[in-house]
Structure formats: C-alpha cells, structure tokens
C-alpha cells in the first residue's frame, strides 16, 4: 500500500530523455517509488487524480532574497542601476526582524508553490538583527518545504571603500561564529534532507577578502557548499578591477572560492576563458534572467556555458528586482532568451525545463535525489494547469506546450509526499495571517525611511 498515488497524469517528465504519456505515480514515505501506465495503478492510502495534465519534477531554485518581497517593486529605485538599486533599499532592510524574515519567507515560499517550485534556496544577506535565518528555517518548517537557505553576509561597508552602509554590515568574527552555529544547528547532510545550510557572501563589492578565504576554509572544514554573486554588473567588474587589480573571476579564483561546492548567480561578464575555468573547476551558475532583464545588467551567455560543461540551474532573484518568483515564468523567460541570443536552436523547453530540475539540482550538489521523479527520487512533483483555453490545439508536444503556452501554474504541488497546493490552492493555514503580517510590515518598513 502507497502513501500516494497521483493519477491520471496526461504526460509525465520523468528526467531527460525519460517521458510517459498516460502515466501514474506513487509515493511512498517521501520518495518516487514506481510509476506506470494507466490502468496499472496500485493501491495507496490517498488517491489524486490531476485530470490529464502534464506533470513535472517540482522545479528547484538556486537564487533567491525572499525578504525582498517586503520591498517589491518599491517606486523610487525600479529605473535605477544596480548599484543605485542597493543604496537605495539598503536603509530599507536595516529594518528587517525576526518577524519580517519569517512573515516574508512564509509568503515567499507560498508564492513559489504556486509557481511549481518544491526546493528553494534563499539569500539573506542582511543581518541587522541576530538569527533572522532560523526564522526562515521556522517558516519553511511550518509549511513543510526542502528548503536550502545560505548564511549571507556583508563585511565591506562604505566606510571601507564598499557600497553597503554599515546599519547593514557585520564584521567577519561575527558572521563565521554565527555561520558555524546554523551549521550544526540545522544542516542535514543526509539523503532526503528538508533543510541544508549553505555560506554566501554576497558579492565583491560588498565582502572583503578575509571573509572570503575564511568561508571557503569553513565550507572546506565542514563539507557544505557556497554561494556567492558573481559577474553580475559591470559596475561591479569596474569595482574589481580597480579595488584588486582583477576581474570578478579572477578574484573570485584567488580567494579560494573556484571548486565544486560553489555556485555563483547570474555569472553574466565572465570571458570565454573563465567560462572554461569555471566549468573545470566545477562551479554552478544560477540563471536569473527576469532579474537580469529588469535591472538591465545584461544577460548569461547560458549556452556557452552548458557547452563547456558549467552546470546551469535557475534563479528567481529577489521580489524586488524580478518582482515576482514563480519558476515556470523563470523557466519561460529562460527559453525565451536563449532563442533570442543564440537562435531557434539554442534553447528548447526540453533544455529550460533541464536547467529549472536537474541543472538547479546540479548547482546544489544534490543531483542524486532532486530534480527528477524516477524511483528512488524525492516525491517533490508539481501537475500543471493551464487555462483550457491557452492550451486549445496544442497536442502534439505537451512539454514545449508547457512553455510555449500558458501562463501556466501549479494545480498540485508536492513536497516530501505532502500536497501543498491542491486543486490550484494553496494548503497553508497559516496565509491569510500572513499577508494581513506582511501588508503591515512592509507599511512600516518603506514608511520608516521616508520618515
Ligand atoms: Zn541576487
């Protein structure tokens, strides 16, 4: 007897190369453990019929700032660049507390559900107030989600020729004490984990050296991987170039950070030579193209990449600069920009699906259990539902349907087993609280610098 078993799946993607049509799936304690054609379906303790749609691996996120959705689209930065962007909401963020980062990533993560994603990762990278992380890992918690926050940090304040003001920097004695302490506190290195904690100062621009080389003497110590902003902006490659002589990569590669338990976002300036580097040494990319797009920095070179062999995965960004977070619109905008860049060859939604699963998967160094639904995999599944109308005519191919058509969203999400939206709701007691917490902090919180 099966803990679960979703039926009626029209087309079911498996992993690359692996699909069926007709299919039916069951869950056993959290994990895949068979799937078959219709008219085979075994007996199991809950049956759910998602009424020939198209069902996926629940999509993974490999870069996010979920308390930015406190300042989402918030009016006097959305035109500036990105540096002008940070020193504007900076201030704003000196303002977060335990109770913003739970309530922010509470909404944060139920957005993503919507949007088919089962495994996030987050970055926090603001700590003006002690454990703010551990809020996270509550709400992640509360609602039952694999969650991967970073240890972000910001040791460069301006007083140090950096761009963060210091209400928003900690020094770095703080922040390695405070990240050894979150990973024997909550990382779960073992198969089929629901919280893994990874080390991420957040860019050159903002970390100073020390903190680099002694996170990555940290993560060398203790096995768990890092994650930093890299290649971004050009005013960042100026700022590196002129503070340390060297490109973003090149000092990424001298601080110890060119390994495979690192993966970097958006990666969009590095020369073909570093993309080479990059891919031998290991390291993962996070693909943020909405964030990219919107803030105007430019876009990845993501087929070079996958070329030379960097593992790709994708990113939402944070709320304020891509202002939404669902991942099939990442994935989406993914396919869209690859054809733009490279051509109608350069990207199929067989590749951007590959990149949203088991390219984040990749990048997470959890490529074994996540980012695919064959037996043995973590039940983490997402069925898709589109308007019937949006869908009408498109037979042939339910996979580039899933991309090309839509907008799609999730009608069932599952995370371990467990049914987070159903029948396009979400199951979270706890929303309704939450948005009524999350209009009142965010009032207070844009209010407070205006006044
Ligand atoms: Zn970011």
New binding site residues.
Partial sequence: MHDLVIRDIGHLVLEPGSELSNAWLAVTSGRVAAVGEAGTEPAAEQVVSVGGRTVTPGLVNT?H?MYQNLTRSYGPVVNGSLFDWLTGLYPIWAGLDEEAVYVSTYVGIAELLLGGCTTSTD?LYVHPRPNLVDAQIRAARDIGFRFYPTRGSMSLSVKDGGLPPDSVTQDTDTIMADSQRLIDAYHDPAPGAMTRIALAPCSPFSVDDTLMRQTAELSERTGVRMHT?LAEDVDEHTFCLERYGRTPVEHFEDVGWAGDRSWV?HCIYPSADEIQRLANAGVGVAH?PS?NMLIGSGTAGVAAMRRAGVPVGLGC??SASTDHASLWLEARTALLLGRFAGGPTAMTARDALEIATVGSARCLGWEDELGKLVPGSVADLVAWHMDPVSLAGAHSDPVEALLRCGPARAWTTVVNGRILVDSGQLVLPGLADALTDHRRIATRLQHALVH
């Fill in positions: 870069h700032h970055h902003h976002a943020c964030s960004d944070g």
